[in-house]
């Protein structure tokens, strides 16, 4: 029996992935030329490991493509694209584990999605994916700026959900950083998460920028100062669309960064100290922007699916044309870095979770840009979709400080103005929103519920 550790060469780990200095200094020299002959090589590896696993055999085969067919990056999008919906038929189909993965013995490691969009996903890592993914956090949050002497709060969930224990893994494993790994607030109550932050000085806070913000005002609600009690200077979250000056100013000037992953696939791409667009990490993710309706690749600046192909992830579970439903652009302008990688405009909405009203396309999490730096409002809302009348209507609860005596009708037609479409305002009271988000217990929190099917 072998354990983790008999599968893993830290230094050709730090050689095909380097961290801190070695990591500016390899792809700030590197053409887009060597680039893609690197990506070249490990796609090759990856297409011959794909044809051993038996969801790709399927998924491939049902389309006429035979091995051979596939000869270079050029023909990557004549691969179909799979997502989530598939994986969950090959869970059913295969249970508990579907065959979209190559296990044969070794060590493995067996966590879940967050749930988000639908029931639960199982996840599997072998040793060497799973620390390439890993690396690639730490080689992030360090280029960002974080330093040997800062303490981390982590507010990202753990039990079964991958999110909490692979940041967890990053920051202990390849950063000399103090780790407080906090998690959700059903696991370790706000009250407590914002005393410990106090309590041991934490200096940079992770997680969704949901509970990121909510734990400024949990802070605040204590009597403890953000930036002067408890001394965060750097956050490091999922940004989205929301403004990143009003999450900094609640956490009293503190840096924010962005970046983006998903469960499958670990980080994809992230802020670097420019803050300018998020850089796709394209010596381990290769990165398509796809029609939403047709799935065909669109030219660069143009919204559409973030298609991901993991270049490094060759071992347990190869990720090759995984559609993550989340919607992003291409940077079209030139960095002021210097890095070869190309960069996406980070989280723009969900695909799956964009709603159409009188021809309109909207996506509930534009919202929180819309609503941003309005101090009479928290910042928390959720839509509700329901059909009547065979029209698809809207209403989007805000939580007010006042609710019982403000007027909902210049929020409707603020938000008209922002999504182009008419919806139904509702005006509730700070924390009424909390149910149905599930803010306090989910790492990202909900703001689509669906009742058209209910």
Same mark, same amino acid.
């Given at each position: 029996m072998?354990?983790?550790?008999?599968?893993?060469?830290?230094? &050709?780990?730090?050689?095909?992935?380097? =961290?801190?200095?070695?990591?500016?200094?390899?792809?700030?020299?590197?053409?887009?030329?060597?680039?893609?002959?690197?990506?070249?090589?490990?796609?090759?590896?990856?297409?011959?490991?794909?044809?051993?696993?038996?969801?790709?055999?399927?998924?491939?085969? @049902?389309?006429?493509?035979?091995?051979?067919? =596939?000869?270079?990056?050029? !023909?990557?999008?004549?691969?179909?694209?799979?997502?989530?919906?598939?994986?969950?038929?090959? =869970?059913? &189909?295969?249970?508990?584990?579907?065959?979209?993965?190559?296990?044969?013995?070794?060590?493995?490691?067996l966590h879940t999605t967050s749930g988000t969009t639908g029931k639960p996903q199982v996840l599997l890592f072998g040793p060497w994916g799973r620390e390439v993914g890993n690396l690639l956090v730490a080689r992030m949050a360090l280029w960002q700026g974080l330093r040997s002497d800062d303490v981390v709060h982590s507010v990202y969930g753990h039990g079964m959900i991958n999110g909490g224990h692979y940041i967890r893994e990053a920051y202990t494993r390849f950063t000399e950083a103090l780790f407080l790994s906090a998690g959700t607030g059903i696991e370790t109550r706000s009250a407590t998460q914002v005393q410990l932050m106090a309590d041991f000085g934490a200096t940079v806070l992770v997680g969704f920028v949901d509970y990121?913000?909510?734990? &400024?005002?949990?802070?605040?609600?204590?009597?403890?100062?953000?930036?002067?009690?408890?001394?965060?200077?750097?956050? +490091?979250?999922?940004?989205?669309?929301?403004?990143? &000056?009003?999450?900094?100013?609640?956490?009293?000037?503190?840096?924010?960064?962005?970046?983006?992953?998903v469960? !499958?696939?670990? @980080?994809?791409?992230?802020?670097?100290?420019?803050?300018?667009?998020?850089?796709?990490?394209?010596?381990?993710?290769?990165?398509? +922007?796809?029609?939403?309706?047709?799935?065909?690749?669109?030219?660069?600046?143009?919204?559409?699916?973030?298609?991901?192909?993991c270049l490094y992830k060759r071992d347990v579970a190869p990720v090759i044309r995984f559609n993550t439903h989340d919607v992003s652009a291409f940077r079209t302008d030139r960095n002021a870095t210097g890095m070869v990688f190309d960069r996406i405009e980070g989280f723009l909405g969900r695909s799956d979770n964009m709603v159409k009203l009188k021809g309109i396309n909207v996506f509930p999490h534009a919202i929180g840009a819309i609503i941003e730096n309005r101090p009479e409002l928290t910042g928390e809302y959720v839509c509700r979709l329901a059909r009547a009348g065979g029209q698809d209507r809207m209403t989007v609860i805000l939580e007010h400080r006042n609710a019982a005596a403000a007027d909902s009708k210049p929020y409707a037609a603020l938000l008209k103005q922002g999504l182009g479409v008419e919806v139904e305002v509702k005006l509730v009271a700070p924390g009424e929103t909390a149910p149905m988000t599930q803010i306090d217990v989910r790492q990202k929190a909900l703001r689509l519920i669906d009742e058209r099917r209910a």
């Open positions: 072998s354990s983790w550790y008999d599968h893993i060469d830290s230094r &050709a780990l730090f050689e095909a992935y380097p =961290i801190g200095e070695a990591f500016t200094a390899r792809y700030t020299k590197m053409s887009r030329d060597e680039l893609r002959a690197r990506q070249e090589a490990d796609f090759q590896k990856l297409m011959a490991r794909g044809w051993e696993v038996p969801f790709y055999r399927r998924l491939w085969g @049902s389309k006429g493509i035979e091995p051979g067919d =596939i000869q270079s990056l050029d !023909d990557l999008p004549k691969l179909p694209s799979f997502d989530k919906s598939d994986l969950m038929a090959s =869970i059913a &189909a295969h249970p508990p584990l579907g065959d979209f993965h190559g296990r044969s013995g070794g060590p493995v490691v990121v913000r909510k734990l &400024a005002e949990v802070a605040r609600e204590a009597g403890l100062a953000p930036g002067r009690d408890i001394p965060v200077r750097m956050i +490091i979250g999922h940004l989205g669309t929301e403004d990143r &000056a009003a999450t900094e100013a609640a956490w009293g000037g503190a840096k924010a960064y962005d970046w983006y992953g469960g !499958d696939t670990g @980080s994809i791409a992230g802020e670097g100290p420019d803050r300018d667009g998020l850089y796709v990490w394209e010596d381990a993710q290769l990165v398509e +922007i796809c029609d939403v309706e047709t799935g065909a690749p669109l030219p660069r600046g143009q919204k559409g699916d973030m298609v991901v192909t």
